[in-house]
C-alpha cells in the first residue's frame, strides 16, 4: 500500500554513496532530509543534500531517539552498511543499546533490524521502503555491459543463484563466491568485498560472485547494492562475473560501475 510522504524525512546513514543518493534525489523532488551518519565516509557529501546532518556511533541509541523527536521525524529510511562486526569490538553502547542487545535472542540481521524498526515504532516513527527514493536505481534482467558471460559461468551463475537463496533462507548472507561448479565462499559477518576477497584467494581467478535478496526480504532494510567498490574488489582479486537478482538489486553509479566493467573485462548481469 503507498504512503503518503512527509515532507521532511529522517535518514540513518551507514557507508557508501547510496544514502547520499537517497538525500539527493529527495531534495531534488521537494524534500527536506536531516541525516544521522554513523559513517565518517560520506558525511561531507550528506550535508550537501541534507538541512542537517547528525554524527553519532551506532551504539548511542538514546541519542539517536532524541534527536528524531527533536526533529519531529515521523518517517525514516536505513541506508547505507553497518557492519555487524562492530559487535565483536567491544563499542561503547549506552543503556539503552545495551539493554535492547540483550534482549535479543538472536542477533542475525533481520532479527536485529526488526528489533530496531519496532523500537522506532514505539516512538512513532514509521520505517520506510529503502527504494522509495531511488527506485531508478534498480535493475532489469539482462547483461550490463559489453562483456559476455561463457557458458560454464551461466552454469555457476545457475548453482550459486540457487545457494545464495537457500543461505538467504537462513539469513546468514546474500552472497556466494563460486569456481567450477564448487563453493569457494559463503557471505556471513563480514560483508560482500571481504567475501569476494576470501572466496577469489581460493579461487585464484575467473571466480564468479552471485548476490542475491533473501526471500520473502523487507524492503525497509538490506536490499542488496553493489557499487564500484565492489568492482574494484573483484579486480584485485581476479574474480570474472558478478550476477545479481533482477528488479531487486541496486547498483550505485551504474555508469561508471558499467565502464570500469567493461575496461576490466569483468561480466555484470541480473537474472
Do not use: H
Not at 536485529?112 to 524498526?117: F, Q, R, T
Not at 520505517?127 to 550490463?144: A, C, E, H, R, Y
Not at 568492482?231 to 570474472?240: D, H, I, N, P, V
Not at 551504474?254 to 561480466?267: L, S
Amino acid at each position: 500500500m503507498a504512503i503518503t510522504l512527509d515532507k521532511k524525512q529522517g535518514l540513518i546513514a551507514g557507508d557508501g554513496l547510496l544514502p547520499v543518493k537517497m538525500a539527493q534525489y529527495a531534495k531534488d523532488n521537494g524534500f527536506e532530509v536531516v541525516a544521522i551518519s554513523l559513517s565518517n565516509d560520506n558525511y561531507r557529501e550528506l550535508k550537501k543534500y541534507c538541512s542537517k546532518v547528525y554524527s553519532f556511533c551506532p551504539g548511542e541509541a538514546l541519542k539517536i531517539e532524541e534527536t528524531l523527536k527533536n526533529e519531529g521525524i515521523k518517517q525514516l529510511t536505513f541506508l547505507g552498511k553497518v557492519s555487524k562486526s562492530i559487535l565483536l569490538k567491544r563499542p561503547k553502547f549506552d543503556k539503552k543499546a545495551v539493554e535492547f542487545l540483550k534482549n535479543a535472542v538472536r542477533l542475525n540481521d533481520d532479527k536485529v533490524m526488526l528489533m530496531i524498526i519496532e523500537e522506532l515504532e514505539n516512538i512513532g516513527v514509521t520505517i520506510i521502503d529503502q527504494t522509495t527514493f531511488i527506485k531508478n536505481l534498480m535493475i532489469p534482467s539482462g547483461v550490463l555491459g559489453k562483456v559476455q558471460p561463457t557458458k560454464e559461468q551461466v552454469e555457476d551463475v545457475n548453482y550459486g543463484y540457487w545457494l545464495a537463496k537457500e543461505t538467504g533462507k537462513l539469513d546468514i548472507g546474500q552472497s556466494v563466491v563460486i569456481k567450477d561448479k564448487m563453493i569457494m565462499a559463503v557471505e556471513a559477518i563480514e560483508g560482500t568485498d571481504k567475501c569476494i576477497r576470501r572466496g577469489c584467494k581460493l579461487a585464484k581467478k575467473g571466480a564468479c560472485i552471485v548476490k542475491v535478496a533473501k526471500p520473502n526480504q523487507d524492503k525497509r532494510f538490506d536490499i542488496p547494492a553493489i557499487g564500484l567498490r565492489t568492482l574494484k574488489t573483484m579486480k584485485k582479486y581476479k574474480a570474472g562475473l558478478i550476477a545479481v537478482e533482477a528488479g531487486e538489486t541496486i547498483i550505485v553509479d551504474q555508469e561508471a560501475v558499467i565502464k570500469y566493467a567493461d575496461r576490466n573485462n569483468i561480466v555484470i548481469m541480473a537474472v
